[in-house]
């Protein structure tokens, strides 16, 4: 039986949303008394947001219009490199989300699990934040180019790589404003780690 594309996307967001769901039951257990915490939006509003969102709108509609030209490929059963590499990058794209709500304790997008009393830090440094500072941007980059190989998007791989360099501006902007707003503890942990991808940038 030939399986097409769009039986093994779904299979993945079914696999993440498994992880988002046992990730956030062990949470509960660990807390004993729940305390549910509306999520707070970022305090920091780096400059380059808009330029960031902008980057990632072109890269929808340049997929969707690219996509429609095309005809349906979910429907196809045939499968190259493109594709191949697109579920792997869409996969990682998706558990570096995972790790990152898992750190900040987000488990469903707007609320975090904490134990009674519990603050959590402006920013995160444990578990992939150790590593990586922006593992977020990291999983939505992944997942949009992921997507793009797996429906081999050409036009949409390319304003891909626009919106990697766009998210690259975004995340220097935030370290910048960082620095500014917690000096020397920040450029500590800003040493040991990358600002985007792990061991290389």
């Known amino acids: ?55 990632l709108l072109l890269v929808l509609a340049v997929g969707i219009g690219e996509f429609r030209k095309l005809g349906n490929p979910l429907l196809s059963a045939e499968y190259g490199l493109a594709q191949y590499l697109g579920f792997v990058l869409v996969t990682l794209g998706l558990w570096a989300w995972l790790a990152a709500m898992d750190a900040r304790k987000q488990y469903f997008w707007f609320f975090q699990i904490l134990s009674p009393g519990e603050k959590l830090a402006p920013y995160s440094t444990d578990g992939v934040y150790a590593s990586v500072r922006n593992p977020r941007d990291l999983g939505l980059v992944l997942l949009v180019l992921g997507l793009a190989l797996v429906l081999s998007l050409k036009f949409a791989v390319a304003f891909a790589v626009l919106f990697l360099l766009a998210t690259c501006y975004r995340v220097n902007s935030r370290d910048r404003i960082l620095i500014e707003k917690y000096g020397k503890q920040y450029i500590d942990y800003a040493r040991s780690t990358k600002k985007l991808i792990p061991y290389l940038y």
Do not use: N
């Open 1 to 55: 039986m030939q399986v097409a594309l769009w039986m093994i996307l779904v299979a993945i967001a079914v696999l993440f949303l498994i992880g988002c769901k046992l990730m956030a039951a062990r949470a509960m257990f660990r807390t004993k008394l729940l305390q549910w915490a509306k999520h707070a939006k970022s305090q920091v509003k780096p400059e380059a947001a808009w330029t960031w969102r902008i980057a």
